[in-house]
């Protein structure tokens, strides 16, 4: 056996690093703190292409092509093609049996007035050409018996049956203009018994009886007749009723008289061929099979070259396929998914490069939900946890990108007692200490130095008879540890209209993720509670907080979102209590005693006092309430000052860019000081 060996050219290379899908997360991420939810989030990763393949196109990309192509082929011809071409060989072939019968009749008299036949024949032959009638369809019947006396009008009249049996064919199997190239009868008998065989097999296919093996034996004796070269008989319907239509939609773009004049020309080709029957047939068979395709939809070339009828039909089945794929590749349609595209018509439009590509974005979307990152509930795609907790690191690691290097707010204490975090460090035992004793190295360091005196204590040191190992104090040493405080965490985060007017949204969640991938990494010990207000208040999950949207309802009710928080805090009492808030109005709503809520703007002075209430509650429970405000509004100003001077808290103009910034150096400032 011999072997070659080569550039592999068969799609992408099989050898390939996989792509890793945690960087297409971290691109879809970008969109999700920014403000978007997970669905449109991937549908903009999918547009855009790959992250770090520039040979992957993304369906932006596709679409421009897409379009390019039908611009294109809008512009590649008229579709009367056809049409024009057969008036100009009829007019051809009447004029030179004129220039034939004119000739034979001695020409012209004297003066000039035209011919004069002398002989009645001529007289006769001319006046049925005079009679033909204006539509080349009846043209053409009415010369179907006509005995030509040209040699060069009959051949032209040859010439046009024929280009016409060729056009109509070809225009429903690609393959019948080389097929039918020369006139040859044996050839166009061929093309009967073909078409003959291929209703048969449809009919029996209608009725259960077709079998593969029928299929194989038709492409056998006939397969030259369909370049497309179909595999079974299912992908044989798809080619044959894609054409048939598009020949209908031909037919459905010119005008009434145009269609009226090729319609006659096709009827009376295929009579003349015999296939008429037959291809009526078909053309019932394929469109009961295929009744989704736009059988009678027009259709406007606008370009200067007249087309074939053949060529027309052809450009009309790409554009329906460029049509089709514009549609689904915008994916702007409820349940919209990769999977909708059809490989084949992408192959057929655009090449194997755009398969690849395609099956390059399949694989992410795939991917995504295969290693768990995102999930589809009732039709909406979300985040799970798992893409949420990455992501919140994300956010994390941008806002620790613009604080200064050094200490991050960890506040270690290495003398803690045994209650502390182990380091993984030891040191020596020291009067008083209490943290546990690691036994592994107190044996150690007593068998290292061995039998002998044990220096430092005036004790000995010694085997006994039966290898026991005697310890000494200095042989004791303790595991180093560390005590972290414990915390009740609030960051209690306006959801309300404005928030999303005012273009503060996006940051509002950001610094939520932030935070919350800071605590549950940095500070496992702390109880960290998100709380979303707008017109009430509602705790939100880690897990919900990339899909969070906004409210569009009017209400700023800081009162509902503080009793919240107070609960929290309440239920961890030996805890540090750390609120925070972001906001960017004042308080305009409160809850009422039967659990609905009041909204009236200006505020009422019942909704700020029962704010402030629970602000002194909060102070109460020593817990220090920071506010940052995301807008300059003088009535908010003054509240948050009010608040600040009851509790004690300080107050932040944070801008819309520097919130997470803010907010997590102020939560590390809190705990470094705790």
């Given at each position: 056996?011999?072997?070659?060996?080569?550039?592999?050219?068969?799609?992408?290379?099989?050898l390939?690093?996989?792509?890793?899908?945690r960087?297409?997360?971290?691109?879809?991420?970008?969109?999700v703190?920014?403000?978007s939810?997970?669905g449109?989030?991937?549908?903009?990763?999918?547009?855009r292409?790959?992250p770090?393949?520039e040979?992957?196109r993304g369906l932006?990309?596709?679409?421009r092509?897409v379009?390019?192509?039908?611009?294109?082929?809008r512009?590649?011809?008229?579709l009367?093609?056809?049409l024009?071409?057969?008036?100009?060989?009829?007019?051809?072939a009447?004029g030179?049996e004129r220039?034939e019968?004119?000739?034979?009749?001695?020409g012209?008299?004297?003066?000039?007035?035209?011919p004069d036949p002398?002989?009645?024949?001529?007289?006769l032959?001319?006046s049925?050409?005079?009679?033909?009638?204006?539509?080349?369809?009846?043209?053409?019947?009415?010369l179907?018996?006509?005995?030509?006396?040209?040699?060069?009008a009959?051949?032209?009249?040859?010439?046009?049956?024929?280009?016409?049996?060729r056009?109509?064919?070809?225009?429903q199997f690609?393959?019948?203009?080389q097929?039918?190239?020369g006139?040859d009868p044996?050839?166009?008998e061929?093309v009967?018994?073909?078409?003959?065989?291929?209703?048969d097999?449809?009919?029996?296919?209608?009725?259960?009886?077709?079998t593969?093996?029928?299929?194989?034996?038709?492409?056998?004796e006939y397969g030259d007749?369909f370049?497309?070269?179909?595999?079974n008989?299912?992908e044989?319907?798809?080619v044959?009723?894609r054409?048939?239509?598009?020949?209908q939609?031909?037919?459905a773009?010119l005008t009434?008289a145009q269609?009226?004049?090729?319609?006659?020309?096709?009827?009376?080709?295929?009579?003349?061929?015999?296939?008429?029957?037959?291809?009526?047939?078909l053309?019932?068979?394929?469109?009961?099979?295929?009744?989704?395709l736009?059988?009678?939809?027009?259709?406007?070339l606008?370009?200067?070259?007249?087309?074939?009828m053949a060529?027309?039909?052809t450009?009309?089945?790409e554009?329906?396929?460029?049509?089709?794929l514009?549609?689904?590749?915008r994916?702007?349609?409820?349940?919209a998914?990769?999977?909708?595209?059809?490989?084949?018509?992408?192959?057929?439009a655009?090449?194997?490069?755009a398969?690849d590509?395609?099956?390059?974005?399949?694989r992410?979307e795939?991917?995504?939900?295969?290693?768990?990152y995102?999930?589809?509930?009732r039709?909406?795609?979300?985040?799970?946890?798992k893409?949420v907790?990455?992501l919140?690191e994300?956010?994390?690691r941008?806002?620790?990108?613009?604080?200064?290097?050094?200490?991050?707010?960890?506040?270690?204490?290495?003398?803690?007692g045994?209650a502390?975090?182990?380091?993984?460090?030891?040191?020596?035992?020291?009067?008083?200490?209490e943290?546990?004793?690691d036994?592994?190295?107190?044996?150690?360091?007593?068998?290292?130095?061995?039998?002998?005196?044990?220096?430092?204590?005036?004790?000995?040191?010694r085997?006994d008879?039966?290898?026991?190992?005697?310890?000494?104090v200095?042989?004791?040493?303790?595991?180093?540890?560390?005590?972290r405080?414990?915390a009740?965490?609030?960051?209690?985060?306006d959801l309300?209209?404005?928030?999303?007017?005012r273009?503060?949204?996006a940051?509002?969640?950001?610094?939520?993720?932030?935070?919350?991938?800071?605590?549950?990494?940095?500070f496992?010990?702390d109880?960290?509670?998100?709380?979303?207000?707008?017109?009430?208040?509602?705790?939100l999950?880690?897990?919900?907080?990339a899909?969070?949207e906004?409210?569009?309802?009017q209400?700023?009710?800081l009162?509902?979102?503080l009793?919240?928080?107070?609960?929290?805090?309440d239920r961890?009492p030996?805890f540090?209590?750390?609120?925070?808030?972001v906001?960017d109005?004042?308080?305009t709503?409160?809850?009422?005693?039967?659990?609905s809520?009041?909204?009236?703007?200006?505020?009422?002075?019942e909704?700020?006092?029962?704010?402030?209430?629970?602000?002194?509650?909060?102070t109460?429970?020593r817990?220090?309430l920071?506010v940052?405000m995301?807008a300059?509004d003088e009535r908010l100003k003054?509240?948050?000052?009010?608040?600040?001077?009851?509790?004690?808290?300080?107050?932040?103009?944070?801008?819309a860019?520097?919130?997470?910034?803010?907010?997590?150096?102020?939560?590390?400032r809190?705990?470094r000081?705790?």
């Amino acid at each position: 056996m011999s072997y070659r060996y080569g550039e592999y050219r068969d799609g992408p290379d099989p050898l390939a690093a996989p792509y890793d899908v945690r960087a297409a997360l971290d691109q879809m991420g970008d969109a999700v703190l920014s403000g978007s939810n997970p669905g449109h989030a991937l549908r903009d990763l999918l547009r855009r292409g790959l992250p770090g393949a520039e040979d992957r196109r993304g369906l932006d990309d596709l679409l421009r092509e897409v379009r390019r192509r039908r611009r294109e082929l809008r512009e590649r011809g008229r579709l009367d093609g056809t049409l024009e071409r057969a008036r100009a060989l009829l007019d051809k072939a009447i004029g030179q049996e004129r220039a034939e019968l004119m000739g034979g009749s001695g020409g012209s008299p004297p003066g000039g007035r035209g011919p004069d036949p002398s002989d009645d024949e001529t007289r006769l032959r001319l006046s049925v050409l005079d009679g033909v009638p204006d539509d080349p369809a009846g043209a053409i019947q009415s010369l179907s018996a006509y005995d030509w006396r040209s040699a060069a009008a009959r051949e032209t009249f040859a010439e046009l049956r024929d280009l016409l049996r060729r056009e109509v064919l070809d225009s429903q199997f690609r393959g019948m203009r080389q097929a039918l190239a020369g006139s040859d009868p044996a050839a166009l008998e061929r093309v009967r018994r073909m078409m003959t065989a291929l209703n048969d097999m449809l009919d029996r296919d209608a009725r259960g009886e077709h079998t593969q093996r029928d299929f194989d034996d038709f492409m056998s004796e006939y397969g030259d007749m369909f370049p497309e070269r179909p595999r079974n008989l299912e992908e044989l319907v798809d080619v044959l009723a894609r054409r048939a239509a598009a020949t209908q939609r031909l037919l459905a773009s010119l005008t009434p008289a145009q269609r009226e004049e090729l319609a006659g020309l096709i009827n009376q080709a295929l009579e003349q061929a015999g296939l008429a029957d037959q291809m009526h047939r078909l053309g019932e068979s394929l469109r009961s099979r295929r009744p989704d395709l736009a059988w009678n939809t027009p259709e406007r070339l606008g370009g200067d070259e007249p087309l074939g009828m053949a060529d027309a039909v052809t450009a009309l089945d790409e554009l329906a396929d460029l049509t089709q794929l514009e549609a689904v590749l915008r994916q702007d349609y409820p349940g919209a998914r990769l999977d909708d595209v059809d490989e084949a018509a992408i192959r057929r439009a655009l090449g194997r490069s755009a398969v690849d590509d395609l099956r390059a974005l399949r694989r992410i979307e795939r991917e995504l939900e295969q290693q768990g990152y995102l999930q589809r509930r009732r039709g909406k795609l979300e985040l799970t946890p798992k893409a949420v907790r990455r992501l919140g690191e994300t956010a994390l690691r941008r806002v620790f990108a613009s604080l200064e290097s050094g200490r991050r707010g960890d506040h270690d204490q290495v003398d803690a007692g045994a209650a502390g975090e182990l380091t993984g460090s030891t040191r020596p035992w020291r009067f008083g200490d209490e943290q546990p004793i690691d036994v592994v190295r107190t044996v150690v360091n007593a068998v290292r130095r061995g039998p002998g005196p044990a220096g430092g204590r005036g004790e000995s040191h010694r085997e006994d008879r039966r290898g026991a190992v005697t310890l000494s104090v200095d042989d004791f040493e303790v595991a180093e540890t560390e005590r972290r405080t414990a915390a009740a965490v609030c960051l209690l985060v306006d959801l309300s209209y404005s928030m999303a007017l005012r273009g503060t949204w996006a940051a509002a969640k950001q610094t939520a993720m932030a935070l919350q991938a800071l605590v549950s990494s940095t500070f496992p010990q702390d109880s960290v509670q998100i709380v979303g207000f707008s017109n009430y208040a509602r705790v939100l999950q880690p897990d919900e907080l990339a899909g969070l949207e906004w409210d569009m309802v009017q209400g700023t009710n800081l009162h509902h979102a503080l009793l919240i928080a107070g609960r929290h805090l309440d239920r961890h009492p030996d805890f540090e209590p750390v609120v925070l808030v972001v906001t960017d109005g004042e308080p305009t709503s409160h809850l009422r005693r039967n659990g609905s809520y009041a909204f009236e703007w200006p505020p009422t002075r019942e909704t700020l006092e029962l704010t402030l209430a629970e602000v002194d509650k909060m102070t109460r429970r020593r817990a220090t309430l920071n506010v940052f405000m995301l807008a300059e509004d003088e009535r908010l100003k003054e509240f948050v000052d009010e608040v600040a001077r009851r509790n004690g808290g300080r107050v932040f103009s944070a801008g819309a860019d520097r919130l997470g910034e803010y907010v997590v150096s102020d939560f590390l400032r809190t705990r470094r000081k705790r």
